[in-house]
């Protein structure tokens, strides 16, 4: 863990996977967010210097996990309980063949019932390798009725400048765009660019899109998600936020892999996984 991060979080807080090499992930129990994630010594995760560290709130950086709501929700806070929640080590890291592998986990109590009377437990596995890292939800639903949900890794990217950060695999794909009051559009371009307020819901996404900047490439690998939401605060979003930086919105990227455009339903004992891996590729 490098010494700014260090500087601002407990060790009892966090769990460290140690690829070794100058690969490693650094994530935080409230939320099972991943704070950091550095590839060869260069960090591909986006944390805004403001984000809130102390188990407080929603972590704004790293990758957030939404369930079981995406966006506003009724019954509780956006985007759900879980990036609000402190999980449980299921399994420590542990190092085999060249890959690092670590679970948390999140049942259901009484917090949780008071907003969203179902049983659940959530396994979060995280597999760290020299150039990529898979994240696998686990949704179990042990509860004896069926529910509905919707999910998302909330990945957030650092780029060099969002001026020349581009997301490719998204052509000809309707999306919704939530800074047009929700009109529905389609996708034109080989390469989207982001040069104003972005918040875009791609649907029936293809099994892989990518995140380039000029220093690298970051492929975004989808198992059981559907849909790929993208955003960006811009300048003015960025400076009502308490815990992001009113210049950072320009050196960071939202890919977000997610089933959050029609609600998943999962019968009682199902369970059902979703899971993206990222692979960097440096650019020589």
Not at 72 to 77: L, R, S, V
Not at 80 to 86: T, W
Not at 215 to 228: A, G, K, M, Q
Not at 238 to 247: H, K, L, P, V
């Amino acid at each position: 863990m490098d010494t700014d991060l260090a500087g601002r979080v407990q060790e009892r807080d966090v769990v460290i996977l140690d690829g070794g090499v100058g690969t490693s992930v650094v994530v935080h129990l409230h939320g099972a967010t991943a704070l950091s994630w550095k590839c060869d010594g260069k960090e591909i995760l986006f944390l805004s210097k403001k984000a809130v560290l102390d188990n407080s709130k929603a972590i704004r950086g790293g990758i957030p996990l939404v369930f079981p709501q995406f966006g506003p929700w009724t019954c509780g806070p956006q985007h759900g309980f879980a990036r609000n929640k402190r999980w449980s080590v299921e399994s420590q890291p542990q190092k085999a063949d060249g890959t690092v592998t670590c679970s948390l986990a999140l049942s259901d109590d009484e917090d949780t019932r008071k907003i969203w009377n179902y049983r659940f437990k959530l396994v979060y596995t995280l597999e760290l390798t020299k150039s990529s890292l898979s994240t696998r939800l686990t949704v179990d639903n042990t509860g004896s009725e069926g529910f509905t949900f919707t999910t998302l890794m909330h990945s957030y990217f650092l780029t060099p400048d969002i001026a020349t950060t581009t997301v490719r695999g998204l052509k000809g794909l309707n999306y919704v765009d939530k800074v047009k009051n929700g009109q529905e559009l389609q996708e034109d371009r080989d390469k989207v660019t982001i040069p104003q307020n972005y918040d875009r819901v791609y649907q029936k996404c293809p099994s892989t899109v990518s995140m380039e900047c000029s220093s690298h490439t970051v492929s975004v690998n989808l198992s059981n998600f559907t849909d790929v939401v993208v955003w960006n605060p811009w300048s003015e979003k960025a400076r009502a936020m308490s815990d992001f930086g009113d210049e950072e919105y320009s050196t960071m990227v939202c890919v977000e892999a997610g089933r959050v455009s029609c609600p998943v339903q999962i019968a009682a004992g199902q369970q059902l996984a979703f899971q993206q891996t990222l692979q960097v590729q440096a650019k020589l």
